[in-house]
């Protein structure tokens, strides 16, 4: 299974991939769901919302407009960010798998794991990390 923890590997993750589509990206500025996309945007990435109420009105973010399923993305996306319940992770896999091509890493952010989903992601080739902020590990190796 490759599950990423080491800190060159996590560096290289935020390096490599600019691409990132926020599962569960939410449009309160006080919550982690959107104050963690938008400092990566700040940052350079791109950042493609994916929350389909969000959708539904026709919202966008930071440039981009938000999308019900990772599969609507119509560009290649390198990260799958997720800010979901850990019992949520799961019904998520099938719009994983679904995207064209599939992303290179999944990243569970603070507080979220699901090992199972994970090893279904890493025997399609994708790297996942769970239970880490991209916003504190960004700060702390960029």
């Known amino acids: 299974m490759t599950l ?23 449009r309160d500025s006080m919550k982690p769901a959107y104050y963690v996309p938008e400092y990566m945007q700040r940052q350079g990435y791109t ?22 399923t990772l599969a609507e993305i119509p560009v290649p996306v390198d ?13 998520h896999l099938q ?4 995207m064209q091509p599939l992303p290179k890493v999944v990243w569970l952010q603070l507080g979220i794991r699901d090992d199972q989903t994970a090893q279904e992601l890493a025997a399609h080739g ?17």
Do not use: Y
């Open 4 to 26: 990423l923890s080491q800190t060159s590997d996590i560096l290289r993750v935020l390096k490599e991939n600019k691409v990132i589509a926020v599962v569960g990206f939410h």
């Open 47 to 68: 950042v493609i919302p994916v929350n389909p109420s969000l959708a539904a009105r026709g919202e966008s973010f930071f440039g981009q407009k938000a999308v019900s």
């Open 79 to 91: 990260v799958v960010e997720i800010f979901r319940r850990s019992d949520k992770v799961r019904d």
């Open 95 to 98: 719009d994983i798998l679904n």
């Open 126 to 142: 994708i790297e996942v990390v769970q239970d880490r902020c991209m916003l504190a590990d960004h700060r702390a190796m960029i």
